[in-house]
């Protein structure tokens, strides 16, 4: 009850205070490109309710037909003005209005697309007993992750093997620390971004022994695509940071 009373006061006076900034971040979204400002996606909250995520919009309008859902660094759909959007996070800002709402909260695992939550029923069905975040510790851990995902061969598998897994081992690890004084300090660190980041190296060796999407049921994996050899993806992500 303290947290949701604590998310509802902060959103609100977040969206009062920042209302110029988004107003003219809403501007010059309208005016780079024709499409809608917002961008809404389905993702999965509390208890699995699915419902709609808002973020500005930051890519051309048809961009899921023009590639995956991926969004890797120098992604060629991604709008000038999404770039600088992106690279400072304030395509998030429009979230606020999920917090307000209480689809969301200012600190908890970020909402994940229900595809690939579905690869993964065991952990999120722990990882769906609290609210998603804006922000959350694996959030500023991957704060990197579109140019983790530029280095990786198949972008989607590398998310799903690599990526995805690590960050569910910290959302679960999160689960027995929350507290007001967490997420006052996890909203801090967002703010500043200070932290480590995930280094491509560490991704590789860490993350599989999480979950390794060979080893899940094929009705699992059945749209993934085939392994590659690990050593050749290690091979070409650690090339990137030569």
Do not use: C
Request: net charge positive; proline share 7%.
């Amino acid at each position: 009850m303290l947290k949701r009373s604590f998310d509802f006061m902060v959103a609100t006076m977040g969206l009062t205070l920042l209302s110029p900034v988004m107003a003219v971040i809403a501007a010059a979204v309208k005016m780079d490109g024709p499409g809608p400002v917002f961008f809404r996606q389905e993702r999965l909250g509390l208890h699995g309710r699915r419902f709609r995520i808002y973020k500005f919009r930051s890519m051309v309008t048809d961009a899921e037909s023009r590639g995956n859902r991926f969004t890797v660094g120098g992604d060629a759909r991604v709008t000038r003005v999404g770039r600088f959007l992106r690279r400072h996070k304030l395509d998030e800002l429009p979230q606020l209005l999920n917090v307000l709402t209480g689809e969301m909260s200012l600190v908890g695992p970020r909402p994940e697309v229900p595809e690939y939550a579905d690869f993964f029923p065991a952990e999120y069905a722990r990882i769906l007993t609290v609210r998603p975040g804006i922000t959350h510790a694996a959030t500023l851990r991957f704060r990197n992750e579109e140019e983790l995902l530029a280095g990786a061969g198949d972008p989607r598998r590398a998310y799903l093997e690599n990526v995805m897994p690590a960050k569910m081992r910290l959302y679960v690890e999160s689960l027995s620390r929350q507290s007001l004084r967490h997420d006052i300090a996890t909203i801090v660190q967002t703010v500043l971004q200070v932290g480590d980041t995930a280094t491509p190296e560490e991704l590789l060796l860490d993350a599989p022994e999480v979950v390794n999407i060979a080893n899940l049921p094929r009705a699992r994996r059945e749209h993934v695509p085939a392994p590659a050899a690990r050593a050749a993806s290690a091979g070409r992500v650690r090339q990137t940071v030569a």
